[in-house]
């Protein structure tokens, strides 16, 4: 495993997020309180209880423009956008109370409200395929309660598990192509990550950590180029990682040195956005390669970042 130190910022890097870690020297912009829809770099959905309630909402790839677009009294959270960036789809729980979550597809805008799942099965990891035509996502599947990844159209049709294994099979990420579908699953006792067809077909492990990079990899996230996936991992979810598509040269971009909410490509793969802090959490970009460390959002509550693509 090759873990680079080229860091510009530093060779770890905490950040001030009121969870008693060392400050360290970023770029930074001013909180703006224009409201608005910037599309110009690419447009950044996420999680944040910005107005006293978790909303999804969007803004440009500077932090400007913040739209709430649910502005509903449930928690609404982990948008993922649409390929041709006109939908979103997200999980909420307006229908079954506190403890369960559906997920609902809407326009980019807000409008066009659509309830995909009944209430009375436990979902997570919405994401859209890249041609905005099937959604890929997890279910808790009983009696065991392990989860496994489930494939439905956008319209919530065509209902399939694409991965029925003993283990759980959670994470997925689309390639940019849609042709495959990597994912974490700890089928083999440990958490590694894996790569399959759309269809669930020649499921391969990409990953042969053992643990050594820590009990969790989260977040997956593959670049728009096709070429790269990018993951957080560690105990603490701390580090950020990028590996090639077929598991070679494995990179640790930078030590964060507090945990990751979230992570996604910007459209030119040029740049990561993350979401930083586990008591309190922003969201931050950077370059790829682990410089430019930028912040976003400066409310404390931001997290699960998803980026136009």
Not at 279 to 298: C, E, P, Q, W
């Amino acid at each position: 495993m090759n873990r680079t130190a080229a860091l510009s910022v530093a060779a770890t890097v905490a950040i001030a997020c009121q969870d008693g870690l060392a400050p360290t020297t970023i770029a930074t912009r001013s909180p703006s309180a224009g409201y608005g829809h910037s599309n110009t770099d690419g447009t950044i959905a996420f999680r944040t209880s910005l107005e006293g309630n978790d909303d999804v909402w969007i803004m440009a790839a500077d932090g400007t423009s913040l739209t709430n677009l649910t502005r509903h009294p449930a928690f609404d959270g982990a948008p993922d956008w649409a390929g041709n960036g006109k939908q979103l789809v997200f999980l909420t729980n307006r229908d079954g109370g506190s403890g369960v979550l559906d997920i609902y597809r809407m326009n980019a805008d807000g409008t066009g409200l659509t309830r995909l799942t009944p209430t009375s099965e436990i979902v997570r990891g919405p994401r859209f395929s890249p041609n905005g035509k099937q959604i890929v996502f997890e279910r808790a599947v009983f009696p065991s309660a392990q989860f496994e990844l489930f494939i439905m159209n956008a319209d919530g049709t065509g209902e399939s598990n694409i991965t029925n294994n003993a283990g759980d099979d959670i994470l997925a990420t689309w390639s940019p192509d849609g042709k495959q579908i990597a994912f974490v699953s700890n089928r083999s006792g440990v958490n590694e990550i894996y790569v399959m067809n759309a269809d669930g077909s020649d499921a391969t492990q990409l990953t042969h950590l053992n643990g050594s990079l820590g009990i969790l990899l989260a977040y997956l996230a593959w670049a728009p180029g096709g070429k790269q996936i990018a993951f957080a991992a560690t105990d603490a979810q701390q580090s950020l990682f990028v590996m090639n598509a077929d598991a070679t040269g494995l990179t640790e971009v930078i030590d964060f040195g507090t945990t990751i909410t979230g992570i996604d490509w910007s459209p030119n793969g040029k740049q990561i956005v993350v979401a930083l802090g586990l008591t309190t959490s922003d969201i931050y970009k950077l370059n790829a390669d682990g410089t430019g460390l930028t912040r976003l959002t400066f409310n404390g509550t931001s997290a699960e970042p998803s980026w136009t693509r």
